[in-house]
């Protein structure tokens, strides 16, 4: 997990270099087209998949919500500092708590209500309403989290049928179908060095999700789960040193608000034994 942490810290630090040369959808679209690369293994996988149109449609679905939490994702990473779009990276596991109750009639009691209360409040912390000027990258980052949260749900409802080889293949082949049209509607010719940033965009993403699976694979989820506070630190710590972003003390305090909400949430899922709650890393892009 801590190897996860440092490759996504490693993707959100590569896509703020890009800065605003590439617009945010097209940058999003070559990670996920260079990103097939990876792939290739899966080929077989995808062969011999019984597909249905029910799990097509979820399919569907799923890349599209995908799709828009990706293009949000880029598009903030090019307007506010690193550490805010981490620390709000964490609402991703509350929000798909929260939506659990309407899609899977989950149920909540008191202390979970509690703990997203918490991290809303976390929120609250880090976006200052009132008292500073909202970035529009702050609302993105808002409605990330959400777009997300709606994936996740949807991975969930038909995980149980198909291996993760063939639901990792068909998100990516899905995203970059879902923004290829609004990749060529802003498009401008990437140099080969932004080519080459892209490309290790998507080595750490695919090395961090393989190394996540690993951590899962040894630990329970309630044991990894709090070593994702560690990307908070890592992303204060490479804004104010490459980037120019002071430390935020506000941030800190708001996303280890969150992530504490998030590490009780995980635990009263383990204890209860029913997992719904994604770990943050399974959330990104």
């Known amino acids: 997990m801590i190897l996860t942490g440092l490759c996504f810290v490693a993707v959100t630090a590569l896509v703020k270099t890009l800065g605003g040369r590439i617009p945010a959808a097209e940058s999003a679209f070559l990670r996920y087209v260079i990103g097939l690369v990876f792939l290739i293994p899966a080929w077989s996988a995808l062969r011999a998949a019984q597909m249905t149109p029910r799990l097509w449609k979820l399919h569907a679905l799923r890349g599209a919500f995908h799709t828009g939490g990706v293009m949000l994702w880029f598009y903030a990473m090019t307007r506010i500092p690193i550490a805010e779009v981490t620390a709000m990276n964490y609402l991703n596991p509350v929000y798909v708590t929260v939506l659990a109750v309407f899609i899977l009639g989950e149920k909540l009691a008191i202390r979970r209500i509690l703990a997203i209360c918490a991290a809303l409040f976390g929120a609250l912390l880090i976006l200052r309403p009132g008292f500073r000027e909202l970035d529009p990258g702050h609302i993105a980052m808002l409605a990330t989290a959400l777009f997300f949260a709606g994936s996740y749900l949807m991975a969930k409802m038909f995980s149980g049928e198909q291996s993760a080889t063939v639901v990792v293949a068909l998100l990516s082949i ?31 993403a ?80």
């Open 174 to 204: 899905t995203v970059t179908i879902g923004l290829a049209p609004f990749a060529i509607a802003v498009w401008v010719w990437p140099s080969w060095s932004d080519l080459l940033i892209l490309a290790a965009v998507a080595f750490f």
């Open 206 to 285: 695919t090395a961090g999700h393989y190394t996540m699976t690993l951590a899962f694979a040894a630990a329970p989820v309630a044991v990894t789960q709090p070593v994702t506070f560690l990307q908070l630190v890592w992303s204060v710590a490479l804004g104010a040193l490459f980037f120019g972003e002071p430390a935020d003390p506000w941030v800190i305090a708001g996303g280890s608000l969150i992530i504490g909400a998030v590490v009780f949430i995980t635990w009263r899922e383990a204890v209860l034994k029913r997992r719904v709650t994604p770990a943050v890393p399974e959330t990104k892009s």
